[in-house]
């Protein structure tokens, strides 16, 4: 199948949009292809004819960091071009994925309401404080973020974010959004065969994307699913009923949660960590350091480490750190991870850093084996981060 020709599955919590906002969403998933494929593979001609010679001569040595990049390639036209068309399609998208959901607000309350029979639950603590790092931006520009709630029992950022992801993805996380878990499923397949974890924790959950990947996986596995945002947790917790998936959503922080200790054997988060401050990403480490049991393994799967990468490619990959409200993406592409996984209490020799293939096949033939950054262009690829207890 032809990815540009994929749509995003229906479920009965995705607000149907009418002709015209349907026309606007497609029109945002176009222009970004657009980007991607005809603006985008300038902005390396640009870096290698003009910028990389311009600033060799000007330093006098070839770049070696993303640092050595920055101030020469953010002044050249056709990288100001790219970057200023990038930012205005996440605008573009987050607008039309809002319009539905703003004209079906009341539906979308009361559908995600209804018992959909999947024995799964949801445990909202209306006491649990937001934390700043997520409250003070609106996080990759989604307006008002994950948490913000407009109506009594909003569930309208996790609708909201349901559709934006796929337009922002292009349908390549699959027509569930659920390319991380999967691609983590994949990953564990190979290197644990045989594993049948019973005790299953998915940090950072948003709307469920990856944890009904988990639970289809492992139907037998209790599924635990934390977020802090209850507007996400309601929409996840109608979205899964609505598919028939028993998963137990509870609002907690991943730095610090109510489970007991060594309880759970595998513990998963999916773009969860880039977002969180630099103090939060170490009391989430040795949060799940604390909750799995002996012989449990946690996989968190981000993009890649600047470390090693080409110049160019680390100036990329950085675009959202000053361009689409990211403010911890740049150090949590920094972070000494070995370091972090012994000061957690995991044997630095247990500690994995590696690439996963992305999942869906198609995805895997379309796209390079090089991370894209800035606008899901290339890669093909999750960077996997973990430990085993
Ligand atoms: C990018 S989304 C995750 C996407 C999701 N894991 C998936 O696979 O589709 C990040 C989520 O993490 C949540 N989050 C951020 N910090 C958190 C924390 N300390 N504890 C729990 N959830 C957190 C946010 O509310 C948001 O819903």
Redesign the pocket.
């Known amino acids: 199948m032809d990815m540009n020709e994929l749509e995003q599955g229906r479920h009965d919590m995705l607000p149907k949009p009418t002709h015209d906002e349907l026309a606007r969403q497609q029109f945002a998933r176009s222009f970004k292809e657009h980007i991607v494929a005809k603006i985008h593979p300038g902005v390396r001609v640009a870096y290698e004819k003009r910028v990389e010679p311009e600033i060799t001569k000007t330093t006098g040595k070839a770049p070696v960091l993303r640092t050595d990049v920055e101030p020469f390639m953010t002044k050249d036209p056709h990288y100001q071009m790219w970057s200023a068309l990038l930012r205005t399609s996440q605008e573009i998208m987050w607008s039309a994925a809002q319009k539905p959901v703003e004209r079906d607000l009341e539906g979308l309350v009361r559908r995600s309401k209804v018992n959909g029979g999947a024995k799964g639950s949801l445990t909202l603590d209306p006491s649990l404080a937001v ?1 700043r790092y ?1 409250s003070a931006v609106d996080i990759h520009c989604q307006p008002g973020g ?2 913000t709630e407009v109506v009594s029992d909003d569930v309208a950022p996790g609708a909201v974010y349901d559709r934006a ?1 796929f337009i922002y993805a292009m349908g390549q996380m699959g027509p569930d ?1 659920s390319d ?2 999967r691609s983590i499923i994949e990953w564990l397949k190979e290197r644990r065969p045989g594993f049948e974890p019973a005790r299953i924790l ?6 469920g ?2 944890t009904v990947a988990y639970a289809e996986q492992w139907p037998q596995a209790e599924v635990q699913a ?4 209850s507007p ?1 947790l309601r929409y996840a917790h109608a979205r899964a009923e609505s598919m028939g998936k028993e998963i137990h959503y509870s609002q ?4 610090g949660t109510n489970f007991e200790d060594n309880s759970f054997d595998l513990i998963v ?4 960590l880039h ?2 401050s630099q103090k ?1 990403i170490k009391n ?1 480490i040795a949060e799940c350091h604390r909750l799995l049991k002996p012989g449990g393994i946690m996989v968190h799967a981000e993009t890649p480490p600047y470390a090693g990468m080409e110049a160019f490619d680390a100036f990329m990959l950085d675009w959202d750190t000053v361009n689409n409200n990211e403010p911890f993406w740049r150090r949590s592409h920094e972070i000494d991870l070995k370091q972090l996984a012994a000061d957690s209490g995991f044997d630095p020799d247990k500690e994995f850093e590696e690439m996963a293939s992305s999942a869906f096949q198609v995805a895997k033939a379309k796209r390079s084996n090089k991370f894209q950054g800035g606008d899901f262009g290339g890669g093909g690829f999750w960077f996997l981060y973990g430990a085993e207890k």
């Open positions: 934390p997520l994950y948490h992801v959004n991380i878990g998915d940090m950072g959950c948003s709307v994307h990856s934390i977020d802090v945002a996400m907690q922080n991943a730095e988060s999916s773009i969860l977002e969180t939060s989430i």
